[in-house]
């Protein structure tokens, strides 16, 4: 059975930090991609980031460039989104993604920033 769960969401300040987590399980991880996607309600559902299978290339959403880093570890089946300098407009719904020969879904975690 195919899982990925998310954790690490919560409230934080402006100008704080959040570590998200993606485990993985029922799949062989490292043929996949990862992505890290978020949504508010009313609006479709945006790409942060993505990291591919091996951790060699990575790509950022323009508004997260030099705050986010998204990371893997293959051994533990685990991916991450290290959010620093948090502001407002990344509050959201964070959902990671495992996509190449399929696509997998968490069921995501709330990230509100608010002071």
């Known amino acids: 059975q195919v899982q990925l769960v998310e954790s690490g969401g919560g409230l934080v300040q402006p100008g704080g930090s959040l570590r998200l987590s993606c485990a993985a399980s029922?799949?062989?991880?490292?043929?996949?991609?990862m992505s890290w996607y978020r949504q508010v309600p009313g609006k479709e559902r945006e790409l942060v980031a993505t990291l591919t299978r091996f951790g060699g290339v990575t790509n950022y959403a323009d508004s997260v460039k030099g705050r986010f880093t998204i990371s893997r570890d293959n051994p533990k089946n685990t991916a991450y989104l290290q959010m620093n300098n948090l502001k407002p407009e990344d509050t959201a719904v964070y959902y990671c993604n495992a996509h190449r020969i399929s696509s997998y879904w968490g069921q995501g975690t709330q990230v509100t920033v608010s002071s």
């Open positions: 029922g799949f062989t991880f490292s043929n996949y991609d």
